[in-house]
């Protein structure tokens, strides 16, 4: 899908070394980045003025708190796309991981084991979609899809109604909130151990991003996948290793969704996975992969989840447009990558 | 429907093109072999003696079929030119959107305002199609995540147009469309397979098929054979587009209700299944119309299937899953052993295909 665009960029002269490229246009390359930065700071500026109460350690928790999960599923599927693919699987694997875990955990298991299943189911779905797309050559697009269709299907099969986590369940307590800061009334700086979750997920994602060799090989194949094979990076591997990767961190966000809401449902998580996606767009990584950062997807997704308080603060926007809103700023920011390849194309 | 690209070569592409779709009939016989065995009456077609109006559950199944495909020819002449059409779920959507909330406006139930509610939705599935056409052709963007956008777009432009409400609206003449019969047989399967009947005959008697597939195979090439992509690649979504609006009418028409959040929710991945059941690559390229076809009966008979076997139809995308797995793995390895093939004539060592078939066997 990817290749009518970006192949003619990733000719030999940029695809041998792209991270000195990048180190070379650093304007060109982060301006997708840069612009998402802005609008989220813009918003936050328009919503204080507009709304007030945006700026307070309240809201700014909650922010975090609220998209702790979002934020853990944008980090693995910036893994994704970087290498050129997408991974489609994600929020129906949020479903049959959350599901089982709350029905282990209500049937007597111990927490911590069913955190650990919990996990593992989301890496057994990513092991299994790295495997069709690295080893049986089909398009990442329709075996994330298949994964999706099978987990959502499974957890259908195993209850179709909403199931509750006991209150005093050990796994809930990871969404105990602790006040960093005890603010004048409700106005506390709270976290919870599922924001320390994500932030250890982001930090861990880009040491291994920026600092490894596993990341750069992630960049490399993006950039040109036959150059990186030709160059004997461990194409198969790493390719493997980042559906593996965006698999689990699907099961992780799980656990912290699970936590925090303690229902899990067969239905939970239709159309994440857009919502990740988008997040990692408009976070400034190139859906055709090679460019990118995985901060960008961190800020992508608080720009979603500041849009969601901007339109209920407002309360004169339909909720119903907010679909339209979303679809609109994607759109802006893949315009916006459009002109940096093209650009960059021409340099 | 497969044309051999060369005489030498033709019993070889004629044999690979062919066989997904053999398998996909298979699938199908098989399906139905079950549903016999559970219950032996199952084929039974019984005719109603005052009406004339056949009835049974391969009816049903051809009745289901209808809205299947329609999405899935539109999404079969999309991915032939190397993209893909996510948006056509939320285009039904949106279509019975506007024909629900136009009729349901309009009040008396007379055959001109069915005609004019018909008409509307397709024109506003038409505009979703010109969006996402341009934005691919003319701005050269990826068809993946244009269509995402209108998608997501699309599915909120149906509620904002009912104001989030499933709207419901009375007129004979509409829900005729989804209800009647022509013959006995149901007017959507009519009317489905009159529209097959139609593209099939635009893209295959004329050399709208053959510029779609060099689109495909190659853009670069087909380019400098003087073939204009953006005026087909539009034409193309607009197709696609047009088509989900038909399927969104037969869909809603049978209920006389838009359910804005449900209506055609995850329809394209029926689509796209349909169109990998009936044997095109989403690589793009060689299309085939009746194996997409046949790819739609597949899913609308899996479908009837599982809620025969009482099984919850919200299981039902694990069974398609597996279906995907099995077609997916049955074509790769096909597709390898033309690649093997190929590198062999234009290479005399091929070095890579050989380490890529022991993982494959190892893993």
Redesign the interface.
Known sequence: ??T??ERPTAGPSNAAKPSLLSRLKPNLETLPTLAAVVIFVGMIIYGEIAYGRIVQANTISNLLINNAYLIILAVGLTFVILTGG?DLSVGAVIAISSLVGVMLANAGWNPAVVVVLMIAIGSAFGVASG??VQ?????P???T??????A???A??LS?TPERLADDSAIRSLSTEWKVIDGPKTNDLITTPNVLIAVLVVAVAFFVLHRTRLGRTVYAIGGSESSALLMGLPV?RTKLTVYVISGTLAGLAAVVYTSKLGIAQ?ITGVGWE?DA??AV?IGGTL??GGAGFVLGSVVGALVLGLMNVLITRDGSI???????????I??VF??LQ?LVV?RRRKT | MSQASSPSRGSVVTTIVRQPYIWAVVALVLLLVINLIKDPGYLGISVNSSTGNLSGNIIDILRASAPIMMIAIGMTLVIATRGIDLSVGSVMAVSGAVSMEFMSNSGDGSVGVAVTAAALALGVSALLGVINGVLVSVVGLQPFITTLVTMLAGRGLAKVITAGQNTSATNEPFRWIANGTVFGFPVVFVIGALIVAVVAVLVRRTALGLMIESIGINPKAARMAGIRPIGILIAVYIVSAVLAGIAGIFSTASVMTVEVAKTGLSSEMDAILAVVIGGTSLAGGKFSLTGSVIGALLIATLDKTIVFLSIPSSATPAFKAVVIVIICLLQSQRVRALFARRKAISTPTPPQSTPTRKETVSA
Request: proline share 4%; net charge positive; no cysteine.
């Open positions: 899908m990817s009518l665009i997408v495997i069709l080893y049986f050559n089909v398009q697009f329709i075996a899809l298949a994964m999706m269709f099978l959502r299907g499974l259908s099969m179709t198969v067969n857009l996606i988008a767009i859906l055709t339909p909720p119903e447009a907010t679909t339209i809103i979303t679809g609109g994607l759109l893949v315009l459009r093209s």
